[in-house]
């Protein structure tokens, strides 16, 4: 069996938001126990969002602030495992790369870390908590 044909659209929030949104409230809200109150914020209409789609269905999202902060992976749970985290990782990866980012970091959960390290992320600081999960900074850095 072949996966799926998964198609990433880089998308600002105002047009993400729709797709995006629905995914966040399953896994961070409903699946996590994230408050629903902190699952939205002031970067979401700065930050460029990646939606991952396989025949019109919205799969995941993720989203990629200016200063190249990696944030709200989020994949649907029937969808995990079939590669669309990574094919949206490597699309904000580019899409970052192209607009001259060269340090990217993120806040993984501490359960994530082995799936960010495939991309040469390296885990930076002590573990704490962000809206009670266990994270751990990690940091990327692009040679030019």
Do not use: C
């Not at 729709?18 to 961070?28: E, G, H, N, S």
């Not at 580019?94 to 060269?102: A, E, F, K, L, N």
């Amino acid at each position: 069996m072949t996966e799926p044909t998964i198609v990433i659209h880089l998308l600002p929030w105002e047009q993400a938001q729709a797709r995006a949104y629905p995914i966040r409230l399953a896994v961070f809200v409903e699946e996590q126990g994230v408050p629903s109150e902190l699952e939205l914020d002031e970067e979401d209409p700065l930050a460029w969002h990646a939606v991952a789609e396989h025949d019109g269905l919205s799969l995941g999202t993720a989203r990629l602030q200016g200063d190249g902060k990696i944030g709200r992976m989020a994949v649907l749970k029937t969808y995990r495992h079939q590669g669309v985290a990574s094919t949206m990782m490597n699309a904000l990866l580019d899409h970052g790369q192209r607009q001259g980012i060269q340090q990217f970091y993120l806040h993984a959960q501490v359960e994530a870390l082995r799936f960010y390290e495939h991309f040469g992320f390296k885990a930076n600081g002590p573990v704490f908590n962000e809206a009670g999960i266990a994270h751990q900074r990690m940091e990327l850095y692009i040679k030019s």
